[in-house]
């Protein structure tokens, strides 16, 4: 949804985006995308219209944001591993190096994307639109 909000600006300015029209056009879900721009919302990285005339647009922050912060504010596991079933913890959990690795891992690959903004990404090519309106994607 950022990617998609960074690249399609009109001369006026960033253009709103539905959840429908995104949802069309990269072929997920529309409750995946209304979730996924409430979260982003909720992160202030879009800024929302509601209404007849309403969308999401990316905000200021949103186009100066890194990859790595928005992967992190998104993962809501503590752990790669999962060391725990519903039989109990792992035998092993007290003294495995596993954990450890696997979190040194994930960060380093957060570390990687730390320098790559958000907005460098979406580079819109001349004469393509990332979106086209939707009532020109339902005629025949």
């Keep these: 949804m950022l ?12 253009i709103l985006l539905t959840s429908q029209q ?16 409430i979260r982003l919302r909720e992160l202030g990285l879009v800024e929302v219209i509601r209404g007849r005339a309403g969308g999401a647009s990316i905000s200021t922050s949103g186009r100066v944001a890194t990859v790595g912060w928005l992967l992190r504010q998104l993962d809501n596991r503590p752990d790669v591993a999962d060391c725990h079933t519903p039989l109990g913890d792992c035998p092993l959990l007290d003294g495995c190096g596993l954990r450890g690795a696997l979190a040194r891992a994930r960060e380093a690959f957060y570390g990687e994307l730390d320098s790559v903004v958000i ?22």
């Design 22 to 37: 995104i949802a069309d056009s990269v072929g997920i879900p529309y409750s995946h995308v209304s979730k996924a721009v």
């Design 119 to 140: 907005a460098s990404l979406a580079a819109k090519r001349p004469g393509q639109p990332v979106f086209v309106a939707l009532d020109t994607m339902l005629r025949p």
């Design 3 to 14: 990617l998609s909000a960074a690249a399609d600006r009109s001369q006026q300015g960033p």
